[in-house]
């Protein structure tokens, strides 16, 4: 439990640098600017969200083990850039996938799964804007992970998990490039202008 532990605040921290790094590239000063208004700190459009320690992640991810399900932690109104669930998964094989504007961190809590990883989609169909889907990944390669590995699936990546015959639980932190929608029910970003990445 100590290395999972470990291992969300390492994954959490370095998200964290990473908004920090995009925010302040976007800011300018008022002497860069011209603009002789004094800056100030923004203020949040959200809650803060504090899960207290470990057993919390725990509690939910035994919850989720009756069914294919996945649980939203912090991000169930929309409009944030990093989504955080706790995800199970039961003798399951998933649609490959790519997303556009958004990048994965998959922690696993639970069990083992397979991944294919890089490569391209076979016959790629565009969802919904950003969000791609496939049955078949060509050219990727395959790895199992375990409990305590981290997989980070950068946007343009094809991916795609396997848990036939398995049990698997991860956490999955999702960083899109722009606010997902308010009150979304299903999570998805506007991909970036001139779509990039592997396909």
């Known amino acids: 439990m100590r290395a999972i532990k470990n291992l969300v605040r390492v994954v959490t921290a370095a998200v964290f640098l990473a908004g920090v790094a995009v925010s302040g590239s976007g800011q300018s000063t008022a002497g860069s600017t011209g603009n002789s208004k004094q800056r100030e700190p923004s203020t949040t459009t959200q809650p803060y969200v504090v899960l207290s320690g470990q057993a919390s992640i725990a509690e939910v991810e035994r919850g989720l083990r009756t069914a294919n399900e996945k649980q939203d932690l912090v991000g169930k109104n929309g409009g944030l850039q990093t989504l955080m669930y706790v995800q199970h998964e039961s003798n399951k094989e998933s649609e490959a996938e790519v997303h556009d ?17 890089g490569g391209r989609l076979e016959a790629a169909k565009e969802i919904r804007p950003g969000e791609w889907r496939s049955s078949r990944i060509v050219g990727g390669r395959i790895v199992e992970v375990k409990k305590g590995d981290i997989i980070f699936v950068p946007r343009g990546t094809p991916h795609k998990r396997d848990t036939t015959e398995r049990d698997y639980s991860m956490m999955l932190i999702k960083v899109f490039a722009q606010p997902t929608p308010l009150n979304a029910g299903a999570p998805s970003a506007s991909p970036t202008p001139g779509r990039g990445g592997q396909r």
């Open 101 to 117: 504007a958004g990048d994965d961190y998959h922690i696993v809590l639970e069990g083992t799964a397979r991944y294919t990883l």
